[in-house]
């Protein structure tokens, strides 16, 4: 059977677009001479809906979206996801379903089975898990149709749940599944996932035909990457990732051609910002460009995502400023072709100086000055956000997110954190790969020796520093950062407690230091701008914390 | 039998402290002769400890706090709320248990059934469900052992569930229901609990001990109202509400002193402030007075919640702001007894029009602008926050955090959104009894009709203005509040989608208008502070919604 994998970036109850999305889709495929189109997890609401889904218009919006798709079906087949109302009183009101339309009707529905609520996920608020296996004939191919955690519990070997539904729809000798997914990017996703692909089609002896969503919802990124596996654990189709993409699955083998970690992040990276943008209807970023490491970074994947020409810095040097900051900030937006310009803080700075000197009288300097610097300029940068309808980029690694290293409303501002989730290791990595593949799609005509690195050396060189005071380093605060993100790597993504990270090595002061920052800065994260997830533990809506909790505070 | 209810105020994760308290009523109520006493859910952690239950250390502590209070119980039983390990691999790794403690050990464990996962829960994140069914008999009482959710699903008839914990328990002849819950105040939430324990107690005639958390946990505040109800469905012992209390329970009927809804939503708020600063370390408090009645009426709760010495009032008039503003907020301070400074923002505010002049050339006056006002402020009373270790409270109603009126990194500015889920209809209504009850409190010696009010008439009667323009009203901006509160409602309370709006009589372009509004400022509710929670859907937590979502936006 020819199968139609439609990888589509759908937005959040936008039921109109989405619908027409799937239409041009199902008569493309329909040209393409594709028997069968399957779409992704709940792409006619876009997932996660959230508590969007508790509202009956909004579900009943979704059956009028269903009914019309189905309308488009008389020669074609399509494989849809849509939540759908449970029948009977018991359980949560809703499923998450897959439905089989044909000539113009639905001919199956499948119920998803396995409802995540780990991390990101909360399926379990919403849905009520199925219990009936059925597989599906079509063409004289039985379909076992499967909705993305379905297949996550390989021969009932995933201790987070008691059934699973591939043991059971195989007693009905299935010839194909079929997963219809949205999961989300982290580093580590891709690997994941081929991994469970292989133990289900190896299990099973049939292939998989697996679609994933594309495309960011706020803090998630889908990544596409959709594959068809065959009986073997072959890759016969790869499709692309971070784009959107319809592929006819009726070629040879064909072997996916793999990025690096670094370059996976750096890609989700620009689409994050890049649909964070076109979902929300806005078109330019600005940012405060220190001519540190971290702006720079946001400066470059502000560009690429959103185009150079829509992408302006502002340069706010005060009293405390290095000369090369300037320089560095400059240079660095000259080579990147985007628009600059500078606005000193000192004035406004003293002015409110004066305005506190009758309160603050001969009190040392301290970090409430350094925090009137940071508010200063992001002030400065909110003004012209709202005189010129630019959205600020937050540029705070999760380095800085994780012991509350920054400023609320000073430098915490902005409408997306495009580093939140990136630690200071990785931004440097990240640099230094943009570095050399600008270099290699651009290679100087005197040779490669002779190349001008994107990102200014100096820039990547030189020690991290707020510039808030005299002289001062990122260093005098907190532990150096190769050290300080091992540890946080180890408790925020590992969850060890102290006597574990003890265990692996770090000093018991250094390790309660460590703690006691990030545990009191819950307050902090709580106002910072949403953060887009390149992880599998980010911070925001997957990591659920107590603000005035105690536990190692 | 004589059992003591424990209703007292836990620290999440503060094993010390909680142990302390749960070891200290031990005695107590063995000193009255007490043969057993009963605490609230997963009292030794507190509730809701959220994804601190994910670190093995955290569990681990929780393990050896109940160890330690075990020791304690050699002459009196002890029954508490702490999380245990699952000890099978399927499932979630933790139960969400009541231990039963008496000379000195375990003598037996109830694991929680019903795991509400909706709203501002998310127990199916960590626990498994229990399905096996014991009474467990101590001084030749059988006792039916619940926590909280395990008794609202009376004779199967919720239909969010598909078990009943009682209806298998009774089947072994139970003589006492004990509940042990963490049931998070909101201003209908004690009316609910009584229909609950009414129906459990009249369907298996015999009577149930209901033992609540008080105190809050930033946005929850837990309300107590513990209570004894006989086989009749009277109440014989009614704890208190928002206060601790230990209580031996063998005295005969005593008539619960029920407040109205707008005294209790007062007690809360009081609460849930004191609470905040007490867990995180904090005491003294700041704000912004603008004269107007929101920040009055967070004032007047501040100085109720951490007393009048701790509270101090910044006064920061603009331009723009009216001669009435600045009278009525200094004969409020002096009416209540608490500081305050006067800060002009003039000069401020001048200042960065003129760093913005290069830019905004003569671009007309507009939100830019005023923004940069409610900015200054923001910055001025985080520079004193800063300086003098004052927590800033933010004084956002519901009304305009629903329909994002307000200034990001202005007036949202806070620690604690001390009226996020405070209707501005509601806010009125709050002044109106606090200069009753105030009144009641303290007559003026020349007799009723003499006392002054303790909030201004003046702030009660002028209409809401954000003075951030000559003569601006809110009205200008937003439909009046009594209508505007009736829409708000019925969509975030009650989930009602735009026909259904229409349907209640309201008109499709103010709906359209409103519904908009709300939708579209979700990326700014998501860097407000966290909001106190007194009504059943609050901002926060228990609201998840996407940015980007288009639906109705």
Sequence with gaps: MKIALAQLNYHVGNFEANSQKIIAAIHDAEKQNAELIVFSELCICGYPSRDFLEFDDFIAQCTNALNEIAKHTSKIAALVGCPRKNPIKEGKDLFNSAFFLYEGEVKHITDKTLLPVYDVFDELRYFEPNNKFEVFEFKGQKLAITICEDIWNVGNDNPMYLSCPMEELVKQSPDIILNLSASPFSYIQ?????????????????PMVYINQVGAQTELIFDGGSVVVNAKGEVTEQLKFFEEEIRIADCGLENADLKSEIALIHDALVLGIRDYFAKLGFKKAILGLSGGIDSALVLYLAAEALGKENVMSLLLPSGFSSDHSLADAKQLCENLGTKYETVPIENNYQGFIQALNPFFK??????????LQARVRGVLLMAFSNKFGYILLNTTTKSEAAVGYGTLYGDMCGGLAVLGDVYKTQVYELANYINTSSALRAPSPKGEGNTTPLIPQNIISKPPSAELRPNQKDSDSLPEYDVLDKILFQYIEKRKGPKELMALGFDKKLVDRVLKMVNGSEWKRNQAPPILRVSPKAFGMGRRMNIEGKYLG
């Design 190 to 206: 891709h690997e994941e996932r081929m991994k469970v692909i292989r133990a289900n089609v190896l299990r099973y002896k049939i």
């Design 362 to 371: 001969d009190l040392p300097f301290n970090v409430a000055e350094e925090n």
